[in-house]
């Protein structure tokens, strides 16, 4: 037999084995390092992921509470699956008693078929009317908008709804209108309050305009009862029978032709005067009355002149008044609301113009493609650029205490308005102010 090298014992590795095992563990030992230290970063990872996902949900939870509206979140089955705090206390139940049941169990049945058509369509709800039942079957209203919800791969996945108490809605409506009440009658306040300013400026001006026609009238009565004792006496010579020379001459000496020529000339201008007299009346009672107004048909030609006379007639020095305005201007409006924004701003010119040599107030007005334009315009020294964007707001003026209320161009401006209108400043030709009132021609149009 062959020689053969010794074989070592059982159990023991050759010498090179033990040194490739030592390695192998060593690379083993690594590898647990490696993997550990991987499962540490994994651990981070995820503990932040989790943290930042509480915090994700905490400030959800925060949204939802904070909300004063109601939401409902449920699947495409109608399953109830989020509610927020403001729904559990309008229902007067649990949020745990909410989820998973039938969306319409929150519902009035009144409003089921609605519900059910929406879910069925999966689209978005606007303005839906339905009445939340709590849970002592009271029904709350609520005014219901929705969107629907989709999954990753578009499908409809259930809605998204959003209600507001109308109750709430309705007290916010409320509460405006009485604000809108409130400030209607400080409106008609300061209307009236400008329109008592106004009248006692113009006192002296309508006292002139209502002592000429008066002063007529008295004038031929005086007139017609000096006649009528001219005629009384020749019918009582006729009828005592008395000569018919004696009464030739009792004719011509009573001047009784010339009486019945001149009658009739007396009795239309007394009825003249008198009619004048009972329109600037019925112009007076029409520009202070704070009854509602019906739209008529007047001359405006006539109300400038009307309007113009009642305040130059109050000034101590009058300034110069160019009318440059048609025969005639036939509209249909609130003429006591227009004869208060004529003698505003003819006052308003005035004041302005007032103590300058040369003092000029031109009015201008016409028809423009079924408007009426009139612009009032003065040579005074303008309105200063830092004042232009504050002359129709309430009270302001720069007249000295005393002069003026601020509020003639703000109620003019408002007034201009609700005929239909506008009322505008610019720059005078020349210098000084100029506004324009533009209102419809026939204001039942508007």
């Avoid at 578009?154 to 309705?170: Q, Y």
């Avoid at 007034?415 to 005078?428: F, I, N, V, Y």
Wanted: glycine share 10%; hydrophobic share 45%; proline share 5%.
């Amino acid at each position: 037999m062959g020689s053969h090298e010794p074989v070592p014992p059982f159990g023991d590795p050759p010498p090179e084995a033990e040194g490739e095992g030592e390695q192998l563990w060593i690379d083993v030992i690594r590898r647990m390092d490696v993997v550990y230290s991987d499962l540490v970063a994994s651990q981070v990872a995820l503990e932040e992921q989790n943290l930042r996902l509480q915090q994700a949900r905490d400030f959800m939870q925060s949204v939802l509470g904070a909300m004063n509206d109601v939401l409902i979140v449920c699947d495409a089955a109608g399953a109830v699956l989020r509610v927020n705090a403001a729904l559990t206390a309008a229902l007067g139940r649990e949020e745990g008693d909410l989820l998973a049941i039938p969306l319409l169990d929150l519902f009035d049945p009144a409003d089921h078929a609605d519900i059910r058509a929406c879910l069925a369509e999966g689209c978005a709800i606007e303005d839906k009317s339905w009445h939340l039942l709590a849970a002592d079957g009271q029904r709350a209203a609520v005014s219901v908008n929705g969107a629907p919800r989709r999954d990753a791969r578009g499908r409809f996945a259930g809605m998204v709804l959003a209600g507001r108490p109308v109750g709430e809605l309705l007290r916010a409506y409320r509460d405006l209108d009485k604000a809108h009440q409130r400030l209607r009658q400080t409106q008609q306040q300061l209307l009236t309050s400008e329109k008592m300013a106004a009248l006692g400026r113009l006192v002296a001006g309508v006292a002139h305009e209502l002592n000429n026609p008066i002063s007529f009238v008295f004038g031929n009565m005086y007139a017609l009862k000096r006649y009528g004792a001219a005629i009384t006496g020749y019918l009582a010579a006729i009828d005592a029978g008395k000569p018919r020379a004696e009464l030739a001459a009792l004719r011509d000496s009573l001047r009784i032709d010339k009486v019945l020529a001149d009658i009739g000339p007396l009795v239309d201008g007394t009825l003249e005067g008198a009619e004048r007299v009972r329109d600037i009346v019925q112009d007076l009672r029409r520009f202070s009355s704070n009854q509602r107004e019906e739209p008529e048909a007047f001359n405006l030609v006539r109300l400038i002149h009307t309007a113009t006379d009642w305040v130059i007639k109050t000034q101590r020095t009058k300034p110069e008044v160019r009318l440059e305005l048609p025969a005639a201007l036939e509209v249909v409006g609130l003429k006591g609301q227009l004869h208060q924004i004529l003698v505003n701003l003819v006052q308003n010119a005035v004041d302005a113009v007032n103590g300058r040599d040369g003092a000029l107030i031109r009015i201008t007005a016409g028809e423009q493609d079924g408007w009426i334009v009139l612009t009032v315009a003065d040579n005074g020294p303008g309105i200063p650029p830092e004042n232009q964007s504050k002359i129709f707001e309430p009270f302001f003026t720069t007249k000295p205490i005393g002069s003026g209320t601020g509020l003639g161009l703000y109620v003019s401006y408002n007034m201009a308005e609700k005929l239909g209108g506008s009322l505008s400043h610019a720059e005078a030709e020349g210098g000084g102010a100029a506004f324009t009132l533009k209102v419809p021609v026939d204001d039942r149009s508007i």
